[in-house]
């Protein structure tokens, strides 16, 4: 496989002697003025296909233009380089094409990204975008982190508080895992750090959204079994095998308890 820089290297030739269409005034109006200081894309790239493809960072990440340009007095300066994250967003543009490119080869299809990259259709191309990893978030991450991040200085109420305000806040969007799975998995970090009343106040929480969820119940047996509570950990398991009869898993973890 070549080298990153290498890579990046030829697609900073790519890029800059590119030849898109270039840059046509609008019917019976002014000349549009050329963009200044383009340094990943063609300096002949059409300023409607540049907007274009900053809206779809802005859609990626969730921000606005003045997340990463210079705003003063109202005025949007988008030659400046002043912000670092700006800056970074130029790395990060390269590294994704980058990416692109080397995936390509390995996987031997056309790179993408494009609008069927990633979907498995025949002859679609292979690529990640920005969205791939930021789903909407400036800063992306997983719920498990930031969750236990609020959890280190505030204990598991913190944890939870936390979850709540970023499930009332993104529900329903892909930024983070919201599925049946989110707590259980931040519950299981709370086993890993031998903490069993955490991950048990993060599975009750669970049930709340879950009531039907056999594989939440099966997470309490194992905190409840750790804590000491064999009968409580008996009723957990009951519950998940009620839930779920084909759950081989948990049939097993109920008869081996048993037997105990």
Do not use: W
Request: a positive charge; hydrophobic letters at 40%.
């Amino acid at each position: 496989m070549k080298c990153l820089s290498h890579v990046i290297g030829a697609l900073g030739i790519l890029i800059l002697t590119g030849s898109p269409a270039p840059a046509q005034p609008p019917a019976g109006g002014p000349p549009v003025p050329p963009m200044t200081n383009l340094q990943v894309f063609s300096k002949d790239l059409a300023p409607a296909q540049v907007l274009q493809t900053m809206q779809a960072f802005s859609d990626s990440l969730g921000v606005q233009c003045n997340y990463c340009h210079v705003q003063e007095g109202g005025r949007i300066d988008f030659a400046s380089d002043a912000k670092r994250e700006k800056r970074v967003a130029r790395q990060m543009i390269l590294m994704r094409d980058s990416i692109n490119v080397m995936l390509a080869g390995d996987v031997g299809k056309p790179a993408g990204p494009g609008p069927t990259a990633g979907t498995g259709y025949a002859g679609a191309p292979v690529g990640v975008t920005c969205r791939s990893c930021h789903r909407g978030l400036p800063l992306p991450g997983l719920i498990a982190d930031v969750v236990a991040g609020a959890s280190a200085s505030g204990g598991a109420a913190a944890g939870l508080a936390k979850f709540k305000e970023l499930r009332t806040k993104y529900y329903g969007g892909s930024q983070y895992d919201f599925s049946e799975m989110g707590l259980v998995t931040i519950a299981q970090r709370a086993m890993t750090a031998k903490n069993p009343d955490a991950a048990i106040a993060y599975l009750q929480a669970n049930l709340e959204y879950y009531p039907k969820s056999a594989r939440t119940y099966q997470e309490m047996a194992l905190a409840r079994s750790a804590k000491g509570d064999k009968q409580g950990a008996i009723r957990d398991l009951e519950k998940a095998v009620e839930l779920d009869p084909n759950s081989a898993q948990a049939r097993a973890q109920l008869d081996e308890l048993k037997r105990q």
